[in-house]
């Protein structure tokens, strides 16, 4: 006769054989840019495992985005979405993280250049843009513009009116300024018009994430959900740069 003791312990043993036995769900990436003769066969958008194979063409360059990093493919041949990523997850916190405006003061952001000045956060809006922009405070607005020279002033404005609300001035050397919420107010699914000192325009729609998506993979689908491609474009953008420098 077993004890109770030894019969408790094969129970657990035979448990944890079990589990092992299990197959180990495939962590699953979010294609984030795709360029090339493939772009049709791999869209923006589509899900791939880790276990899976994408075959490629000359020309083609597919970013992926996972939870652990990203992988940029460049064809030709057949490549493992699972190989280890050229970029690691923890490298673009600064890019991606949950309300990095309301705790960036304004003004001249680090690392930017004047020859080719890139938005140094998703949450950042490119006054030069037009788009669905996703936030997750839509009371701490933060306008971007390229550049950094001379004194700027936009107008801000709703499309059905003639008059502007409130106007922003971005000062020498200012790259970021705030919106003030008690002169724009701004909804969840409201529109409003940006004017640039020489006349242009951009029409910026505000959505705002009622959820928080911690993993970067989680988050570029809820972008490409609610139709802020601008950000997705952003975030594509800066992950095939790092890993372009860190010779991907």
């Given at each position: 006769m077993f004890s109770d003791r030894l019969k408790t312990k094969l129970s657990a043993l035979a448990l944890a054989g079990a589990a092992l036995a299990l197959p180990v769900a495939a962590m699953a990436g979010v294609v984030v840019k795709s360029t090339g003769p493939s772009?049709?066969?791999?869209?923006?958008g589509t899900k791939v495992d880790d276990a899976a194979t994408i075959t490629l063409k000359a020309g083609d360059v597919v970013t992926v985005l996972t939870a652990n990093g990203t992988r940029v493919i460049k064809g030709a041949g057949t490549f493992r979405v699972g190989d280890r990523p050229q970029v690691a997850a923890d490298r673009f916190a600064s890019l991606t993280r949950k309300r990095a405006a309301?705790?960036?003061?304004?003004?001249?952001?680090?690392?930017?250049?004047?020859?080719?000045?890139t938005n140094p956060s998703l949450w950042y809006v490119d006054v030069t843009r037009s788009g669905t922009i996703c936030l997750y405070d839509l009371a701490t607005v933060r306008l971007w513009r390229p550049g950094t020279e001379?004194?700027?002033t936009y107008l801000i404005g709703k499309p059905t009116a003639a008059l502007p609300l409130a106007e922003v001035t971005?000062?020498?050397?200012?790259?970021?300024?705030?919106?003030?919420?008690?002169?724009?107010?701004?909804?969840?699914?409201?529109?409003?018009?940006?004017?640039?000192?020489?006349?242009?325009?951009s029409v910026?729609?505000?959505?705002?994430l009622a959820e928080d998506y911690e993993a970067p993979d989680a988050l570029a689908e809820a972008l490409i959900a609610k139709g802020c491609t601008v950000q997705l474009e952003t975030m594509a953008a800066s992950l095939e740069a790092s890993a372009e420098a860190s010779g991907g």
């Open positions: 772009s049709t066969k791999y869209p923006v309301t705790r960036v003061r304004t003004g001249a952001v680090r690392g930017e250049t004047d020859e080719n000045p001379g004194t700027s971005f000062d020498d050397t200012v790259t970021v300024a705030a919106l003030d919420p008690s002169r724009v107010s701004v909804g969840d699914g409201e529109s409003f018009v940006i004017s640039a000192p020489d006349g242009s325009t910026v729609k505000f959505v705002l």
